[in-house]
C-alpha cells in the first residue's frame, strides 16, 4: 500500500471561518461559565490557593494530566517529530520519565510537608524570610517562562486557523489569552483552574485519541507504511527515522540533548504549578494515587502524540510543515484537516476546527494553572511570608510557631487572608501582563523547546532545595538560599548568552550575537550548580541545622501527622 502527502493543507477560508470562530467561542464560554460558577463558593485562602482539598484522586490525576500536557505536548512535541523523527521522539521520553521522580520522591512528601507552595514545605524547618523569598522567586520565574510557551502556541494557532501568518493575528491572539487566564485566576482560583483542566484533559485525550484512530485507519492499521511514509516525505530519507537528525550532527548538539534530558527528567518535580496540585486533595495517599492517574495518561497521550507526529510528516510533509509554522507548532491541526479529507472538505474544516479548539483549551487551562500558581508564590511567598509576615492565622491553624518567630530576620507583620488573596489577585494581572510582554518577542521559538527552558531552570533552582530540605539533616537557611541562586542565577544567564537569544536565524534577536554559551538548554551546568552551592552553603553556614525542626519535618513528611 502507498500513501502520499497531499497537497499543501493551508487553514480553512471563507465561510469555513466561522465554524472554527465558534468552537473557540464556545470553548471560552465553557470555561468562562465554570470560572463564574465555581467562583462564588468561598474566597478563603484554602479555597483559592488549594480549591478545599476536596478533589479525588482521579479528578486530581486528570487536572495534573491536564496542567502538564501543555501546548508544549499538544503542538511541540508532534511538531518536532513531524521535523525530526526520532530526535522528536526521544524529546517526548524525557517528559514522561520524569513523573517517576515525581511518584518517588515527591509527591506524598510535599503533600504533607506543605500548605500551599513549594516554600511551605522549606519554611517548615528553615523558618527565615528570604528562604521563602528565594523560593517564591524562583517559582515566579519558572511560571513566567512556562507561560511563555503556551502563548506563544496560542499565537501560532490562531493564525493558523485565520489563514494568516501574520505578526498582528498572532499578536492579538497572545493578548487575548492572556486577558483570559487573568480572569479565571482572579475569578475562580484554584477551585475553577482544577474543573478547567479536568474538561480539558478529557477534551485532549478525546481528541488524540480520534486523530490516532483516524490516521491508524488511513494506513490499515500498516504502522511500518506510516514510517516509510514519514521518511519519504520528510526530506531527510531513511535518516529521519535514525538517532542524530537534530541532536546528532555534533558534539556540541548531542551534549545539548544530555542536557536537555535532564531538564526534562529532573524539572517537572521543581515545577510550581504541579506541586501545588498535591494540595487541592485531602490526603498523602490521595496525592500518591493522582500521580498514578496522571502517570497512566500522559503516557497514553504520548504514545499517540509520537503517532501523529509520524502522521504529520507522511500525510502534510515536512516541508508544508515548516512552511506553515517554522517550529513545527502547527503539525497537529493540519493533519487534522488532511484526515477529515483534506482542503475545501467538510470533514476536514469540521476535524480542523475540532482540533485546533481543543488545543485551543488546552492552552487557557495551562495558562490558568501557571498563572494561579505565580501569584500565590508571589502573595504568599514573597508579599505575606517575606516582605510583611506570614499570616498569622494559617500558621496557628497548622500548630506552627508563631510569624515573629519564622520570620527571625525582622518584626513580622500579621496579614490577613483577605488581603493576601487581594494581593495574589493584583500579582496574577502584573504577571499576566509580563507574560504577553515577552511572549510577543517569542513567538518564533518552538514551544516545546520554550518549555524545556523553564523545566531547566525549576531543575536548577527548585529540585536541590527540595531535596535537600526532605533528605539531608544538615541542610541550613543559608544553603537553601545559595541553592535557589546559585541554579536559577547561571540558568537565567547561560539562557542569556546561548544561541537562544542571539547568534542564529530563529533566536529572539537574530540581527545580533552575543553569545558564548554553545548549548540552547543550560541544564547540564545549572543543575549541578544548584547542588553544589546548596552543599557549600549549607557547609559554611555560621548556624547549624536545627535537629529537631528536621526531625519534625521528617515525622510529618512521611506519617502526615500535623498535615494541613
Known amino acids: 500500500m502507498t500513501t502520499t502527502a497531499t497537497p499543501p493543507p493551508v487553514a480553512p477560508a471563507g465561510d469555513h471561518h466561522a ?84 511518584l518517588m520522591l515527591v509527591a506524598e512528601l510535599v503533600r504533607n510537608a506543605g500548605r500551599y507552595t513549594l516554600a511551605d514545605v522549606l519554611a517548615l524547618r528553615l523558618r527565615r524570610r528570604k528562604v521563602r523569598a528565594a523560593a517564591g522567586g524562583a517559582s515566579v520565574v519558572v511560571t513566567l517562562l512556562y507561560l511563555v510557551a503556551q502563548m506563544v502556541g496560542a499565537g501560532s494557532l490562531v493564525a493558523l486557523l485565520l489563514g494568516t501568518n501574520s505578526a498582528q493575528a498572532r499578536t492579538w491572539a497572545i493578548i487575548a489569552v492572556g486577558g483570559l487566564m487573568i480572569v479565571y485566576v482572579t475569578v475562580g482560583g484554584m477551585r475553577a483552574t482544577t474543573w478547567i483542566q479536568i474538561v480539558k484533559a478529557f477534551l485532549l485525550v ?35 527515522l535514525e538517532p542524530g537528525l537534530k541532536y546528532g550532527a555534533t558534539f556540541t548538539s548531542r551534549l545539548d540533548f544530555v542536557s536537555l534530558g535532564l531538564a526534562l527528567v529532573l524539572g517537572t518535580a521543581g515545577l510550581p504549578h504541579i506541586l501545588s496540585r498535591f494540595y487541592t486533595v485531602p490526603t498523602a495517599r490521595a496525592a500518591r494515587r493522582s500521580t498514578m492517574w496522571a502517570i497512566g495518561l500522559v503516557g497514553a497521550f504520548y504514545l499517540m502524540a509520537i503517532a501523529l507526529g509520524l502522521g504529520a510528516t507522511a500525510l502534510v510533509g515536512s516541508a508544508e510543515v515548516r512552511h506553515a509554522n517554522s517550529a513545527g507548532n502547527t503539525a497537529v491541526p493540519l493533519l487534522a484537516l488532511v484526515l477529515g479529507g483534506g482542503n475545501g472538505s467538510t470533514g476536514g474544516v469540521v476535524l480542523f476546527a475540532l482540533i485546533s479548539a481543543i488545543a ?7 495558562v490558568a494553572g501557571l498563572t494561579l500558581a505565580s501569584s500565590a508564590a508571589f502573595a504568599h511567598d514573597i508579599w505575606a511570608g517575606a516582605w510583611r509576615g506570614r499570616p498569622r492565622r494559617t500558621l496557628l491553624r497548622r500548630g506552627a510557631v508563631p510569624a515573629s518567630r519564622e520570620a527571625s530576620d525582622g518584626g513580622a507583620v500579621e496579614v490577613s487572608e483577605r488581603q493576601e488573596i487581594g494581593v495574589a489577585r493584583i500579582a496574577a494581572v502584573g504577571i499576566g501582563a509580563a507574560a504577553i510582554a515577552i511572549s510577543l518577542f517569542a513567538q518564533q521559538l518552538n514551544v516545546a523547546f520554550l518549555v524545556g527552558l ?51 536565524k530563529v533566536a529572539l534577536f537574530p540581527g545580533v550575537d552575543f553569545h558564548w554559551f554553545p548549548l540552547e538548554n543550560p541544564g547540564i551546568v545549572s543543575i549541578p550548580l544548584g547542588f553544589l552551592a546548596g552543599w557549600i552553603g549549607t557547609i559554611t553556614s555560621p548556624e547549624p541545622a536545627d535537629a529537631d525542626r528536621f526531625a519534625e519535618l521528617e515525622v510529618r513528611a512521611l506519617t502526615g501527622a500535623g498535615a494541613a
Open 19 to 102: 465554524l472554527a470562530i465558534v468552537l473557540f467561542a464556545v470553548i471560552v464560554l465553557v470555561t468562562l461559565g465554570i470560572t463564574l460558577w465555581v467562583g462564588r463558593r468561598g474566597n478563603a485562602a484554602e479555597d483559592f490557593y488549594a480549591g478545599g482539598r476536596d478533589f479525588t484522586p482521579l479528578q486530581n490525576g486528570f487536572a495534573l494530566s491536564g496542567d502538564y500536557l501543555s501546548a508544549a505536548s499538544f503542538l511541540g512535541v508532534a511538531g518536532l517529530i513531524a521535523l525530526y523523527g526520532y530526535d522528536g521522539v526521544l524529546y517526548s521520553i524525557g517528559f514522561l520519565v520524569a513523573w517517576l521522580v515525581v
Open 206 to 240: 478525546a481528541g488524540s485519541v480520534l486523530l490516532t484512530v483516524l490516521l491508524v485507519i488511513r494506513f490499515h492499521g500498516d504502522l511500518g507504511e506510516l514510517m516509510r511514509q514519514a521518511a519519504q516525505h520528510s526530506g531527510a530519507g531513511h535518516r529521519y
Open 454 to 504: 523553564a523545566f531547566a531552570v525549576a531543575a536548577s533552582s527548585n529540585l536541590p532545595v527540595l531535596l535537600y530540605n526532605l533528605f539531608w539533616s544538615r541542610f541550613t537557611a543559608r544553603g537553601a538560599v545559595w541553592s535557589v541562586y546559585g541554579g536559577l542565577v547561571p540558568a537565567i544567564v547561560l539562557v542569556f548568552f546561548s544561541p537562544v537569544v542571539s547568534g542564529t
Open 360 to 366: 485551543f483549551a488546552t492552552i487557557l487551562a495551562v
